[in-house]
C-alpha cells in the first residue's frame, strides 16, 4: 500500500509540474527550433497557455519586434498551439512540429513605421503606409507594403511594393507608383536591386533616392547583406 501511495504521489508531482511549467519553457524549444528566427519575449503564463512579445528575424537582417503580446492555447487536432493577437494579427496561425516547425496560413498586418526597427535605411526614410506579411504553407512568404510613403519625399504616395521570400530565393518588386523596386537575392549571392523613379516624379523622389543607394544615369543601386 506504502509504495503504490509512494508511486501515486510521485505521477501526481509529475502532473502538477508538467501542468504549471512556466511559458518560458515554450520560449525556450520555439527559439531552439527556429534557429532563433521567431523569439518570445518577456513570456508570461503557462507553457500551453500564455503571452509574450514576438520578434521576427528575416534573412539575417535586424530582429523585428511586433506590437502588443500575442497569445497562445493548445490546438490539439495537429498538436500544436494557436497563436493570436487582436488587432495586427488579422488571420491567427497554429505552429506545430512536423520534421520541423511548421506553421498554418496566416497573415499579419503593421504599420509600415515598424521597419525603422530595421535599421537604415528605414530610420532615415520614416516610412508611413501599411505592412501586410502573409503565408500559406512553409514555402513561401509574401510582405507587402502598401501606400508607401516616407517624409522624405512630398509625394503623398511612392507606390505599392511586394517581397516575396522562397527558399533560396527572396524577390523585389512594384505593384505600382512612380518609385520602382525591384531585384532578387540567390542562394550565397547578395541581395542586388535598382531604384528609380518615374520621369515626372524625378525631382519629388531625388531625396528618397540618394538614401537607398548610389546612383548612376538616374537608376540607384540597392544592395543590402541577407
Known sequence: MTSRRTVALVLISLMVGVVTAPASLLASAVAHLSDRRFVLADAEG????????????IAKQPALT?????????????????????????????AY?????????????????????LGPPFTLLR??????????????????????ASVLSPLPK??????????????????????H??????PDKPFHGKAYSAPESAEK???VLNIL??????????????
Open 181 to 186: 523596386l525591384d531585384g532578387e537575392a540567390l
Open 213 to 226: 543607394g548610389p546612383s548612376h544615369q538616374g537608376v540607384t543601386t540597392l544592395q543590402f547583406k541577407r
Open 66 to 94: 511586433l506590437p502588443g503580446r500575442i497569445e497562445w492555447t493548445p490546438e490539439i487536432s495537429l498538436p500544436g498551439f494557436r497563436f493570436e493577437g487582436k488587432p495586427w494579427i488579422s488571420v491567427p496561425f497554429s
Open 127 to 148: 516610412p508611413t503606409g501599411k505592412l501586410t506579411a502573409r503565408w500559406d504553407n512553409g514555402e513561401q512568404l509574401v510582405i507587402e507594403w502598401l501606400d508607401a
Open 158 to 179: 511612392l507606390g505599392d511594393y511586394r517581397l516575396t521570400l522562397r527558399p533560396g530565393h527572396l524577390s523585389l518588386a512594384t505593384i505600382s507608383g512612380p518609385l
Open 97 to 117: 512540429w512536423r520534421r520541423g516547425l511548421a506553421l498554418t496560413a496566416g497573415e499579419i498586418r503593421l504599420p509600415a513605421d515598424a521597419l525603422q526597427q
Open 205 to 207: 523622389l531625388a531625396g
Open 46 to 57: 503557462f507553457w500551453w497557455r500564455g503571452s509574450a512579445w514576438l520578434t521576427v528575424a
